[in-house]
């Protein structure tokens, strides 16, 4: 590259970017010298690579000025759409010099698609004829588009840098929760009503070959929303904004409805066409199965979400393609995938609020029965709580098989209310009505199942891992947020490890421990999902028991484990679940497990427990286990070696892949391209599983 010549000291040339500007400071202070022309032959690109975009309709106040300020630039494209102008702006813009070209059909949606149709240029600018826009904050616009950083950049007005009096309050509050409204829809924008625009030739043709619908003001939401579903890059940069000169066009009322209606109109259609693909499960090698009704994977929360995370890993490894619902998380920082299982996420936050975030957490299962019902060959849906809705999966993919795992007797919980456990109980019928197959995680479920619908059942547990041995480590306890002294001792403490509410029993085992004469003190790692419950304990325990630690829940696995494996015992108050996996681990962690005595836990401890009904026979027990903690050790052993041969995660994700195989089989004759499926049928056929 040939040197660059001297420039007066004014141009700063260590700081030209692309398409800088820097102000000259003539006499009158009033001339500006654009830096990209005078320069241009030292730059990758010039303005003759780029076209302004500009519709315009009775502009004959501000297109003058605004194309006498493009053409400071240095052999800029420029061309203007006329959309029926009554004034003198045709005759404005071709003494000019600049391309005019007339629209017919009335609005700025018309103009600008008869616009993208005659852009032959790399680049294009879209602004305003109003000059409301600063043409020379093109140069911002642009260098993210040639530096690779962006496809699309869209000036954002709402940075303070707008002329006193040029958006109205109203305007102004209207555009915000317009734009919030298109984050949660689409993607993050900070002004979706802006009209100042840079495009990469390629999103324009995308543009023109999806269609361009709106015929005014909604159009800016059009683009932005077919833009982010297609997945190119955005990217806003800061600009100013100048009042108008004449008055608006734009009605605040009617046209901020409109662009409300558009946003969600196009969110639907998205929605349909995704559901509504044509889907053909003999041309895919792989079954596809989404696994719906977790919050989702890596596990954070235990329950359905640990299990979800050890079924579909394990499914992939065995050549399936596996989806996981999962509930929001921040689009720039979440995974796309977890160990080859792919995760979907719900457009929405999760509420604060408890009751809000059930109604949640049934919308997003709702949603997710919609998503992936085409996408999938097999829904295992986890619960019952939408049982009503089991049927429009159904609908949409008449191929589609699904399954769904029953969970516990959720309708006997008493944190729900009578209308609550009512709409449960309807829910579970449904679920068993709607569902090709049942899943019951214990066989004492199956009873819960109308005698008609048995036949659709088949037992498979929860699965676990027996876990690594974790050393104690005090250090490690610095991790858990108590604001308290914590002297944990390694073997000398009791553990619970549950969600704070009362068909769990927290009541019964804290009573249990006040009464007793234990030393030791009790660990409860779980949150409460009700005020009323904790302060009903609160109540029970009293102003002041530091022999009580209430950690809150625990996320850190490695931290849990080692909270498990070292305490002198385990209680477990469950009691209207099926196998429960906070249960498995603590068996698999060669617990002594105090276990409340009801069919679901005996199932999984056997005779290898400690058994109790009410507070004063758990008393006993924790007082027996304090004084002769050696004595019980085989109860320990024994539960552990229960979980090796009859819970193995292996064994489980076995069984499951055997039952969706066959259930593929049965509906759709699916044939697989996976090794010979019978060097995968496990010696215990599915039929020995199936409920008697």
Same mark, same amino acid.
């Given at each position: 590259?040939?040197?660059?010549?001297?420039?007066?000291?004014?141009?700063?040339?260590?700081?030209?970017? $692309?398409?800088?500007?820097?102000?000259?400071?003539?006499?009158?202070?009033?001339?500006?010298?654009?830096?990209?022309?005078?320069?241009?032959?030292?730059?990758?690109?010039?303005?003759?690579?780029?076209?302004?975009? %500009?519709?315009?309709?009775?502009?004959?106040?501000?297109? +003058?000025?605004?194309?006498?300020?493009?053409?400071?630039?240095?052999?800029?494209?420029?061309?203007?759409?006329?959309?029926?102008?009554? /004034?003198?702006?045709?005759?404005?813009?071709?003494?000019?010099?600049?391309?005019?070209?007339?629209?017919?059909?009335?609005?700025?949606?018309?103009?600008?698609?008869?616009?993208?149709?005659?852009?032959?240029?790399?680049?294009?600018?879209?602004? /305003?004829?109003?000059?409301?826009?600063?043409?020379? &904050?093109?140069?911002?616009?642009?260098?993210?588009?040639?530096?690779?950083?962006?496809?699309?950049?869209?000036?954002?007005?709402?940075?303070?840098?707008?002329?006193?009096?040029?958006?109205?309050?109203?305007?102004?509050?209207?555009?915000?929760?317009?734009?919030?409204?298109?984050?949660?829809?689409?993607?993050?924008?900070?002004?979706?009503?802006?009209?100042?625009?840079?495009?990469?030739?390629?999103?324009?043709?995308?543009?023109?070959?999806? +269609?361009?619908?709106?015929?005014?003001?909604?159009?800016?939401? &059009?683009?932005?929303?077919?833009?982010?579903?297609?997945?190119?890059?955005?990217?806003?940069?800061?600009?100013?904004?100048?009042?108008?000169?004449?008055?608006?066009?734009?009605?605040?009322?009617?046209?901020?409805?409109?662009?409300?209606?558009?946003?969600?109109?196009?969110?639907?259609?998205?929605?349909?066409?995704?559901?509504?693909?044509?889907?053909?499960?003999?041309?895919?090698?792989?079954?596809?199965?989404?696994?719906? +009704?977790?919050?989702?994977?890596?596990?954070?929360?235990?329950?359905?979400?640990?299990?979800?995370?050890?079924?579909?890993?394990?499914?992939?490894?065995?050549?399936?393609?596996?989806?996981?619902?999962?509930?929001?998380?921040?689009?720039?920082?979440?995974?796309?995938?977890?160990?080859?299982?792919?995760?979907?996420?719900?457009?929405?936050?999760?509420?604060?609020?408890?009751?809000?975030?059930?109604?949640?957490?049934?919308?997003?299962?709702? $949603?997710?029965?919609?998503?992936?019902?085409?996408?999938?060959?097999?829904?295992?849906?986890?619960?019952?709580?939408?049982?009503?809705?089991?049927?429009?999966?159904?609908?949409?993919?008449?191929?589609?098989?699904?399954?769904?795992?029953?969970?516990?007797?959720?309708?006997?919980?008493?944190?729900?209310?009578?209308? &609550?456990?009512?709409?449960?109980?309807?829910?579970?019928?449904?679920?068993?009505?709607?569902?090709?197959?049942?899943?019951?995680?214990?066989?004492?479920?199956?009873?819960?199942?109308?005698?008609?619908? #048995?036949?659709?059942?088949?037992?498979?547990?929860? +699965?676990?891992?027996?876990?690594?041995?974790?050393?104690?480590?005090?250090?490690?306890?610095?991790?858990?947020? $108590?604001?308290?002294?914590?002297?944990?001792?390694?073997?000398?403490?009791?553990?619970?490890?549950?969600?704070?509410?009362? &068909?769990?029993?927290?009541?019964?085992?804290?009573?249990?421990?006040?009464?007793?004469?234990?030393?030791?003190?009790?660990?409860?790692?779980?949150?409460?999902?009700?005020?009323?419950?904790?302060?009903?304990?609160?109540?029970?325990?009293?102003? /002041?028991?530091?022999?009580?630690?209430?950690?809150?829940?625990?996320?850190?696995?490695?931290?849990?484990?080692?909270?498990? #494996?070292?305490?002198?015992?385990?209680?477990?108050?469950?009691?209207?679940?099926?196998?429960?996996?906070?249960?498995?681990?603590?068996?698999?962690?060669?617990?002594? %497990?105090?276990?409340?005595?009801?069919?679901?836990?005996?199932?999984?401890?056997?005779?290898?427990?400690?058994?109790?009904?009410?507070?004063?026979?758990?008393?006993?027990?924790?007082?027996?286990?304090?004084?002769?903690?050696?004595?019980?050790?085989?109860?320990?052993?024994?539960?552990?070696?229960?979980?090796?041969?009859?819970?193995?995660?292996?064994? %489980?994700?076995?069984?499951?892949?055997?039952?969706?195989?066959?259930?593929?089989?049965?509906?759709?004759? $699916?044939?697989?391209?996976?090794?010979?499926?019978?060097?995968?049928?496990?010696?215990?056929?599915?039929?020995?599983?199936?409920?008697?």
């Amino acid at each position: 590259m040939e040197a660059i010549p001297d420039y007066p000291d004014w141009i700063d040339l260590d700081n030209v970017n $692309y398409f800088s500007s820097i102000e000259s400071y003539s006499e009158n202070n009033k001339d500006k010298l654009c830096v990209s022309c005078v320069l241009e032959d030292y730059f990758p690109i010039s303005m003759k690579h780029v076209t302004f975009l %500009i519709p315009a309709y009775n502009e004959e106040q501000s297109i +003058g000025s605004l194309l006498e300020e493009i053409y400071n630039y240095k052999r800029p494209q420029v061309l203007v759409v006329d959309n029926n102008s009554q /004034d003198g702006t045709a005759d404005i813009v071709k003494k000019s010099g600049a391309r005019l070209i007339s629209e017919k059909e009335q609005g700025k949606g018309h103009a600008i698609r008869k616009g993208f149709e005659n852009i032959q240029s790399d680049f294009v600018i879209m602004l /305003d004829a109003d000059n409301t826009y600063d043409p020379q &904050e093109a140069q911002k616009l642009l260098q993210p588009l040639l530096q690779g950083e962006a496809d699309v950049v869209m000036g954002c007005r709402l940075n303070q840098n707008m002329e006193e009096g040029s958006v109205t309050r109203f305007n102004l509050i209207g555009n915000r929760i317009l734009s919030k409204v298109a984050t949660v829809l689409f993607s993050r924008v900070s002004d979706v009503c802006t009209g100042y625009w840079a495009f990469k030739k390629e999103v324009i043709d995308y543009l023109l070959k999806e +269609g361009i619908d709106s015929p005014g003001f909604d159009l800016e939401v &059009e683009m932005f929303s077919k833009i982010a579903r297609a997945g190119y890059t955005i990217k806003e940069v800061p600009i100013h904004y100048k009042k108008r000169m004449d008055d608006p066009k734009l009605n605040s009322v009617v046209d901020g409805a409109l662009i409300f209606r558009r946003m969600v109109f196009y969110y639907i259609k998205d929605l349909a066409n995704r559901f509504l693909t044509s889907y053909d499960n003999q041309h895919h090698s792989k079954p596809r199965i989404a696994i719906i +009704g977790s919050r989702g994977v890596p596990a954070r929360y235990g329950g359905f979400e640990t299990f979800a995370q050890g079924l579909s890993t394990r499914l992939v490894k065995e050549d399936h393609e596996v989806i996981v619902s999962c509930e929001y998380q921040n689009p720039e920082k979440r995974p796309e995938e977890f160990q080859g299982v792919k995760l979907n996420y719900f457009p929405l936050k999760p509420p604060q609020n408890y009751l809000l975030r059930k109604f949640y957490e049934n919308l997003s299962d709702i $949603y997710f029965l919609f998503q992936l019902s085409r996408q999938s060959d097999l829904i295992y849906f986890l619960g019952i709580e939408v049982g009503m809705f089991l049927f429009l999966p159904l609908l949409l993919n008449r191929n589609l098989t699904l399954l769904v795992n029953i969970d516990g007797v959720m309708w006997e919980r008493d944190k729900f209310n009578w209308l &609550e456990k009512k709409l449960l109980k309807i829910n579970h019928d449904l679920a068993t009505v709607f569902a090709h197959g049942l899943v019951a995680d214990s066989r004492e479920m199956i009873n819960y199942i109308h005698p008609r619908y #048995q036949d659709k059942a088949v037992y498979i547990s929860y +699965g676990v891992d027996l876990p690594e041995k974790v050393p104690w480590s005090e250090k490690s306890l610095d991790k858990l947020k $108590y604001p308290g002294d914590l002297s944990l001792k390694k073997g000398e403490y009791f553990l619970i490890v549950a969600r704070l509410e009362p &068909e769990n029993n927290i009541h019964t085992m804290i009573d249990a421990y006040l009464q007793s004469e234990v030393d030791e003190p009790l660990v409860v790692v779980g949150d409460f999902t009700s005020q009323e419950y904790k302060e009903e304990l609160q109540d029970l325990i009293g102003p /002041d028991d530091s022999s009580l630690i209430f950690l809150g829940s625990v996320y850190d696995q490695e931290l849990l484990n080692m909270l498990r #494996q070292n305490c002198k015992a385990y209680v477990h108050g469950h009691s209207v679940g099926g196998t429960n996996p906070s249960l498995l681990e603590a068996a698999a962690s060669e617990n002594i %497990i105090l276990a409340h005595d009801n069919p679901f836990n005996k199932e999984v401890c056997q005779k290898f427990a400690l058994y109790f009904q009410d507070s004063l026979q758990l008393k006993g027990h924790l007082e027996k286990i304090s004084q002769k903690e050696e004595s019980f050790m085989d109860l320990s052993q024994g539960v552990c070696a229960s979980m090796e041969s009859n819970y193995s995660w292996d064994k %489980i994700a076995l069984d499951y892949d055997n039952l969706f195989i066959k259930e593929l089989r049965e509906r759709n004759n $699916y044939i697989t391209h996976r090794k010979t499926i019978n060097s995968f049928i496990h010696k215990t056929s599915l039929e020995s599983m199936r409920a008697k």
